[in-house]
């Protein structure tokens, strides 16, 4: 019977960047959340528990990623897929824990090859996910711009989008909905909030709209505000 382990790829969007947490070990060792799991424990257990005690994030959904063989022959590796916003957790590291620290995803420290190749399984798929549906929305706090949503999905997709289009098909869609409130940043008029608005997002009618947003004309101007 092989060994099996967990780890978890944690991602947010902050600042128009892709995040991912990482846990530095004693020697200078980046790792993702991670442990072994024993016999009769459930997969997801183990990778909540480990996310929780690691790292001090909880309460987030886990969506399986994919299982990997380890360099042992007799063992795999069972990842999953967090999505959350990086402010919303008091970040503490767990025993044997150094660090717990965000990471821009296109500016990783050195990692292990089976960590890398985690990572990157995961990214790839961020950017297929995004493509058809709205999920920088838990990537961001509970209130954002449109900008915001829009510096998000370009992260994510790693391009540029054309602002009125993705801006007309996000209202569209009816995934987000106005809280009523304003955010002044600068000497510009000030930008209106949006969260999610309730509701299952996997409505068809709604994924193909939010995709042609994000498979927009790509764009030299009209950054976003």
Same mark, same amino acid.
């Given at each position: 019977?092989?060994?099996?382990?967990?780890?978890?790829?944690?991602?947010a969007a902050r600042g128009g960047r892709v995040?991912?947490?990482?846990?530095?070990? #004693?020697?200078?060792?980046? %790792?993702?959340?991670?442990? !072994?799991? +024993?016999?009769? =424990?459930?997969?997801?257990? @183990? $990778?909540? *528990?480990?996310?929780?005690?690691?790292?001090?994030?909880?309460?987030?959904?886990?969506?399986?990623?994919?299982?990997?063989?380890?360099?042992?022959?007799?063992?795999?590796?069972?990842?999953?897929l967090a999505l959350t916003d990086a402010g919303?957790?008091?970040?503490?590291?767990?025993?044997?824990?150094?660090?717990?620290?965000?990471?821009?995803?296109?500016?990783?420290? #050195?990692?292990?090859?089976? %960590?890398?190749?985690?990572? !990157?399984? +995961?990214?790839? =798929?961020?950017?297929?996910? @995004? $493509?058809? *549906?709205?999920?920088?929305?838990?990537?961001?706090?509970?209130?954002?711009?449109?900008?915001?949503?829009?510096?998000?999905?370009?992260?994510?997709?790693?391009?540029?989008?054309?602002?009125?289009?993705?801006?007309?098909?996000?209202?569209?869609?009816?995934?987000?909905?106005?809280?009523?409130?304003?955010?002044?940043?600068?000497?510009?008029?000030?930008?209106?909030?949006?969260?999610?608005?309730?509701?299952?997002?996997?409505?068809?009618?709604?994924?193909? =709209?939010?995709?042609?947003? @994000?498979?927009?004309?790509?764009?030299s101007g009209g950054a976003p505000s």
């Amino acid at each position: 019977m092989k060994d099996v382990a967990v780890e978890v790829v944690v991602a947010a969007a902050r600042g128009g960047r892709v995040e991912m947490l990482l846990l530095r070990l #004693p020697g200078n060792v980046w %790792v993702t959340p991670g442990a !072994a799991v +024993g016999a009769g =424990r459930r997969l997801e257990e @183990a $990778a909540a *528990a480990a996310l929780a005690e690691q790292a001090g994030v909880r309460g987030v959904a886990l969506e399986q990623l994919y299982s990997f063989d380890t360099a042992a022959a007799d063992g795999v590796r069972v990842a999953y897929l967090a999505l959350t916003d990086a402010g919303r957790h008091a970040l503490a590291p767990g025993a044997e824990v150094v660090e717990v620290r965000w990471f821009p995803a296109d500016d990783l420290p #050195p990692l292990g090859d089976e %960590v890398a190749e985690t990572l !990157a399984y +995961g990214r790839a =798929r961020l950017r297929a996910k @995004a $493509a058809y *549906a709205p999920i920088a929305l838990r990537l961001l706090p509970e209130a954002v711009t449109l900008g915001e949503l829009q510096a998000a999905y370009e992260a994510l997709l790693e391009r540029r989008l054309d602002t009125r289009n993705f801006r007309r098909d996000v209202l569209a869609a009816d995934i987000v909905e106005p809280v009523g409130r304003v955010r002044a940043d600068g000497p510009g008029r000030p930008a209106r909030l949006y969260r999610a608005a309730p509701g299952e997002f996997q409505v068809l009618a709604r994924e193909r =709209r939010i995709a042609r947003a @994000a498979r927009g004309t790509p764009t030299s101007g009209g950054a976003p505000s």
